[in-house]
């Protein structure tokens, strides 16, 4: 008995690529909002900016800002920040990430 296992694993497949699979569908109204901009700003290691997968989190005119479009739903950011300052709720039904693994 002896033979070669086959596999179509690819083991070389990086997190940018599994991403690139995924789809959405977007609502015009942000399911993630920042409760009050002035804890932002007083906010030294903006964790929110590091963590976020998908880069949802910029610092612009100092101000943070939420690109929601892009969120992979995953919660990091809502246990990041740890000032609470996060309104975070999965998108309306319907909306939001559509996964596919591959
Ligand atoms: S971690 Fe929270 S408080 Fe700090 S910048 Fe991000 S959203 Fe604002
Ligand atoms: S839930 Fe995940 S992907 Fe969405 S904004 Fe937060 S950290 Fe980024």
């Known amino acids: 008995m002896g033979g070669e296992v086959m596999s179509d694993i690819n083991y070389n ?3 940018d690529d599994k991403l690139y699979l995924n789809s959405y569908i ?4 942000s399911h993630l909002k ?3 901009q002035s804890v932002c700003e007083k906010c ?3 964790p929110c900016l590091i963590i ?3 880069k949802v989190y ?3 005119d100092n101000h943070t800002h ?3 479009e892009g969120c992979l739903e995953c919660g990091a950011c809502r246990i990041a920040c740890v000032k609470g300052n996060i309104d975070w709720r999965y998108p309306k039904g319907g909306f939001g990430i ?3 693994l591959a």
């Open 52 to 54: 976020c997968p998908a």
């Open 66 to 68: 939420i690109s929601y």
């Open 98 to 100: 559509q996964f596919r």
């Open 44 to 46: 030294e290691d903006k």
């Open 34 to 36: 920042i409760i009050d």
């Open 13 to 15: 497949v990086n997190i």
């Open 26 to 29: 977007v609502d015009t109204e």
């Open 58 to 60: 910029e610092e612009k």
